[in-house]
């Protein structure tokens, strides 16, 4: 997962991590971190995606939204979210809070 300012042209045309509009900072590095606990899972009949909430400890980071983009397969990106305003940590931690993994819930999902 990146980060990126609001300078960044990110949306439904984004197809894979770039560099232009990424955020910058101490303690956030280019091309962001990778999540952990990706759990695809069911919800009813819908099929959920799940990860744990990303921290970047001790960061001085501003971020007007992410990508989240698959580093293994060429970069190819899953999905761009807003954050709805530039969102700030000045030495401290800059946590992205992944909702619940439920069908009406979860930030990836396909019914």
Known sequence: MALYTSSATLGAASTV????GES???????????LTNVTPALSGTTAVCDFADEVF????VTARGCLL????NGNKALCAIDFG???TSTAGDFTV???SATA????????
């Open 17 to 20: 991590y770039v560099t232009t």
């Open 69 to 72: 983009y698959n580093s293994t």
């Open 85 to 87: 305003g530039n969102k």
């Open 57 to 60: 400890s001790t960061a001085t």
């Open 104 to 111: 009406t819930g979860a930030i990836i999902r396909l019914a």
């Open 97 to 99: 809070v992944f909702p």
């Open 24 to 34: 910058s900072g101490t303690n956030y590095s280019a091309a962001g971190q990778a």
